[in-house]
């Protein structure tokens, strides 16, 4: 097979829970372990940092990569969804996966799993652990699919375990309280491991106080340590971060989030030095200041283009929201366009009642079966009070946009990391196309 072809065998051969959702979620760690002991456990070759939680894990997995990299380890990296193509979840050093281990993967091992009927993410998880042990690298980062207790990356022993924080999400899996989300996102603490929370509250809070003792895991809350003295507006849509300890830190990532996901990462330095990882100051710096490029992190708060400034950004839930919405009411511009779009599983409600109604909208669909269709979307923002007119493809969404906009005119896409997806996958044909 091509890579092609194999990319669209996985998708056709297990359940993809990108496309269909809840039929694609398996509880139990079976097939993982069968799949683990078929490899002979490659997880067990590299160092690891295991990374949950509902918003933030992306930022602060790539962060944390970033500044690995730049100490000088070779560093694997492994996250979910990708946005274009398959390889974004898997990379070496900032690299993806390459399209012959892709295919060599599935062709070497496919009369054993396709009996296991395993989900996407099962598969494609040990599939990234077997080519961090093949490319020998120092230490992964992996970050978790969904949940934690029963995710099919909870099979490792990290070197630490973050969690970022806990909002609503997944409820159909998870739970429908903060406490019962907390509870199986603690389930990645593992017996005498640190585990930094990034943020937690008085419902999530005693939930992971109590796994850690229960497990022996020091655990540090990030929100409770003065790593950020201030944090002000760098240039080129940077953040200053005035630290405590190193000084003065440019974060290349800019949403309104980032100052949570930069005290989680700083909180989590420490530890990894204590854990035996030499991270000098200035990999820290590098780290934060060159993350996308490094890593090739995509999606959060990223700018795109000027004249008209176009935004996007992949968070999909309400926790996400809170702090998009927020961004989005302070930009200085004539008009604020927001090309919108969501997936069923999501509280679509809650979500579009923090948009500002002085925005013009471009309702649309993102390519994935889960998709609210565009004029679904549609009514529900007319009867919120926002305006606009729905679009069948993203594509078409955002070039009505472009095409209204002036020049300093503010462009948001987002709703959905499928929507992103969507914008990304045509924007160099977008952007070679004259405006209008």
Not at 227 to 243: A, D, K, R
Request: with cysteine; hydrophobic share 40%; proline share 4%.
């Amino acid at each position: 097979m091509t890579y092609q072809e194999t990319v669209e065998y996985l998708y056709a051969a297990t359940p993809v829970f990108e496309k269909i959702g809840a039929g694609a979620y398996k509880e139990g760690l079976a097939n993982t372990h069968a799949l683990d002991e078929h490899l002979n456990h490659p997880h067990r070759h590299f160092k690891t940092i295991h990374v949950a939680g509902t918003n933030g894990k992306g930022s602060v997995s790539h962060t944390l990569t970033a500044i690995l990299q730049h100490t000088g380890l070779r560093v694997g990296l492994y996250t979910s969804p990708h946005l274009v193509d398959f390889r974004e979840r898997i990379r070496v050093n900032g690299v993806c996966v390459s399209e012959a281990f892709v295919v060599d993967f599935v062709e070497r091992h496919r009369t054993f799993f396709e009996p296991l009927h395993p989900s996407f993410f099962e598969l494609t998880t040990a599939m990234a652990f077997d080519y961090f042990a093949q490319e020998e690298v120092d230490i992964a980062v992996i970050e978790v699919g969904l949940g934690g207790r029963l995710d099919c990356t909870n099979i490792i022993t990290p070197l630490l375990s973050v969690i970022t924080n806990i909002s609503f999400d997944h409820t159909q899996f998870l739970g429908n309280t903060l406490p019962e989300i907390a509870a199986e996102k603690g389930g990645i603490i593992k017996e005498g491991i640190p585990v930094v929370i990034g943020e937690a509250d008085g419902q999530t809070r005693p939930v992971f106080e109590r796994i850690a003792s229960q497990k022996g895991a020091p655990i540090i809350f990030a929100q409770d340590q003065p790593l950020i003295l201030s944090v002000e507006e760098g240039p080129n849509h940077t953040l200053l971060y005035h630290t405590a300890e190193i000084g003065l830190l440019q974060g290349q990532l800019s949403g309104a989030c980032q100052p949570h996901n930069t005290r989680t990462v700083l909180t989590a330095i420490p530890l990894l030095r204590e854990a035996g990882i030499s991270i000098t100051d200035e990999a820290v710096r590098l780290g934060f200041s060159q993350v996308c490029q490094t890593t090739g992190l995509m999606g959060r708060w990223q700018q795109l283009c000027q004249h008209p400034t176009v935004v996007c950004d992949t968070g999909h839930n309400v926790g996400g929201w809170q702090y998009i919405a927020r961004q989005l009411k302070t930009q200085e511009c004539r008009q604020l366009r927001i090309v919108f779009g969501m997936v069923d599983d999501k509280d679509i409600n809650t979500v579009m009642d923090m948009l500002p109604h002085e925005a013009a909208y471009y309702f649309t669909k993102a390519s994935s079966h889960r998709a609210i269709s565009e004029e679904k979307v549609k009514a529900i923002g007319l009867s919120k009070g926002l305006e606009g007119q729905a679009y069948p493809s993203v594509k078409e969404a955002f070039e009505a946009a472009r095409k209204d906009a002036s020049s300093d005119d503010f462009i948001f896409v987002g709703g959905s990391s499928y929507v992103v997806a969507d914008l990304l996958a045509v924007w160099e044909e977008i952007t070679c196309q004259p405006k209008g």
